[in-house]
């Protein structure tokens, strides 16, 4: 499937500050925008999604938003905790499988 | 956890050898994926499975194979083709198809000896 470009690949921030990772994609037909979590060797977790008719979606600390016409979106955490500490990926899904990007590992800083 | 269970934890492979991970899942869903993890590049499809007896190739599928005859389980071989086997296998599953929350399994860490 056609590449999500995701960045950074790496990301440090004090305990407290804020978090955002950015991704972008280029298939047209993508309508489905998920965030995985992954701790340290555990399996990927879904925190938040997003779907093509809405702009932001926000879940406590962590929110999404999406510029379908860019063709990008992004994951905002506030408040980080060290318990944030993990790497983040965004997928993009439509008619096919999710497609990954590489994932940002993310420290938080205490 | 999750009701999708990989095994083994850990697999070694001798070169020339096929070996085969097992996925099994209680969640009542149709749809399965295999997804190959390698540090610093995300999770990339291997082969996915949208109903029995039926699926699809994904953008690494050369020297891999599968089954899907029953819903429950969907295993994936390596085969000796797949020259650059080591990495961290992950299957997951969906209720009815690509747009659906995925639940992953734990994972397969495959290591050549």
């Known amino acids: 499937g056609e590449n999500v470009e995701q960045h950074p690949s790496t990301l440090s921030v004090q305990e407290g500050d804020s978090a955002v990772i950015k991704c972008t994609y280029s298939?047209?037909?993508?309508?489905?925008f998920p965030w995985y979590k992954q701790e340290l060797g555990k399996r990927p977790q879904l925190i938040i999604d997003i779907r093509s008719n809405v702009g932001e979606k926000k879940d406590q600390r962590i929110a999404v938003t999406l510029n379908k016409t860019a063709k990008h979106f992004s994951l905002h955490i506030t408040e980080t905790q060290p318990e944030d500490s993990a790497v983040y990926f965004c997928?993009?899904?439509?008619?096919?499988?999710?497609?990954f990007g590489k994932g940002t590992r993310l420290s938080v800083i205490a | 956890d999750g009701g999708i269970t990989q095994s083994p934890k850990y697999l070694f492979r001798k070169e020339g050898q096929n070996v085969t991970l097992s996925c099994e899942q209680n969640l009542n869903h149709d749809a399965m994926y295999w997804y190959r993890q390698d540090p610093g590049q995300g999770l990339r499809l291997i082969y996915y499975s949208q109903i029995v007896n039926d699926f699809q190739k994904g953008d690494i599928a050369e020297g891999y194979s599968v089954s899907r005859e029953k819903k429950e389980s969907f295993p994936l071989t390596v085969t000796s083709a797949q020259k650059n086997p080591t990495a961290f296998y992950l299957c997951?599953?969906?209720?009815?198809?690509?747009?659906?929350?995925?639940?992953f399994g734990s994972g397969t860490q495959l290591s050549v000896l």
């Open positions: 997928a993009r899904g439509g008619n096919t499988p999710l497609v």
């Open positions: 997951a599953s969906s209720t009815t198809g690509p747009n659906e929350k995925l639940f």
């Open positions: 298939d047209s037909a993508s309508n489905y």
